[in-house]
């Protein structure tokens, strides 16, 4: 092992889901930034990885990053571990990687468990491409200013959530995408209860209204990507090519429905393409 930054994936939850080589990695390397040294000094104990720690979070990534460009420049090997899956997405480490690359040294990624992939795998929705998202803003506002412009997208979209908002979220979700889009919810991956439910949109606030336990929890949540537009009538075409020479694509779209009775979805879907195009 060389002096390099290892991005190291580390279970969800299910310690049995850690690589060989994350252990070698990990009992390699002089110095293991963590997410939360507490949590994480759990899981070297269990494998009884005996590694000097440091705290690497949001509020000191940009200190944090500047220390281990320092340790890396004296030869050290350090590991970056977030508290489950991979680091660096939706989690500290984008910054500190960024860093050390600036500063010259190699960063090499230890692959491994990763919460949206795993809930991708088996949600059916991913024979095509899919879109990462991450966290949506916390307004509800905001939040729906992003599904807005996510409507149209054909590959699944795949969000993280917290379960203080996971209801509200969904909510949006509803209003932004309708009732009959698909909706695959993954709490809790890999730990004691471990829940992943598919179910249209339209029932999706239902379900965690029936049981206090589901907005408890880690939350991936997949959408099913955009249907391919059903034929759209001449009249409507004309219509929202005209409005589009004028007006934002949204907006287009929604007289476009008024106007010609069509889909709105089916509009704003369209729309998309003749903008790109």
């Known amino acids: 092992m060389s002096s390099s930054l290892y991005v190291v994936a ?32 759990r ?11 440091t705290a690497l979070h949001q509020h000191n990534e940009q200190k944090a990053a500047d220390q281990l460009v320092h340790w890396l420049a004296e030869g050290k090997r350090v590991a970056l571990i977030s508290d489950a899956g991979t680091p660096a997405i939706s989690d500290p480490g984008a910054r500190a990687v960024a860093r050390v690359r600036q500063a010259g040294f190699a960063v090499v990624p ?27 803003p916390p307004k509800s506002a905001a939040r729906l200013t992003v599904l807005s412009g996510l ?22 979700m509803l209003a932004a995408f309708g009732a009959a889009r698909e909706l695959l919810v993954a709490r809790e991956m890999t730990k004691l209860h471990e829940e992943i439910v598919r179910l249209p949109l339209g029932e999706a606030v239902a379900w965690f209204a ?20 059903e034929g759209l ?45």
């Open 110 to 136: 230890v692959p491994g468990a990763c919460a949206a992939v795993a809930a991708l795998s088996v949600s059916g929705f991913a024979e095509g491409g899919f879109r990462f998202v991450g966290f949506l």
């Open 210 to 229: 029936a049981d206090d336990n589901r907005v408890r929890g880690e939350f991936v949540l997949v959408v099913q990507g955009a249907p391919e537009p």
């Open 10 to 41: 580390t279970p969800l939850g299910n310690l049995g889901d850690i690589s060989q080589r994350a252990l070698d990695v990990l009992r390699g390397v002089d110095i293991i930034a963590a997410e939360d040294t507490r949590h994480s000094q």
């Open 43 to 53: 899981l070297l104990d269990a494998f009884g990885i005996r590694v000097r720690l």
């Open 233 to 277: 009538s001449a009249e409507a075409e004309r219509v929202l090519g005209l409005l589009l020479a004028e007006l934002p694509l949204k907006t287009a779209a929604r007289l476009a429905a008024d106007i010609s009775g069509e889909p709105k979805n089916a509009l704003y879907a369209r729309a998309l393409v003749l903008k790109r195009d």
């Open 151 to 172: 409507v149209g997208e054909r590959d699944a979209l795949v969000f993280y959530e917290a379960p203080h908002r996971v209801v509200e979220c969904v909510t949006d």
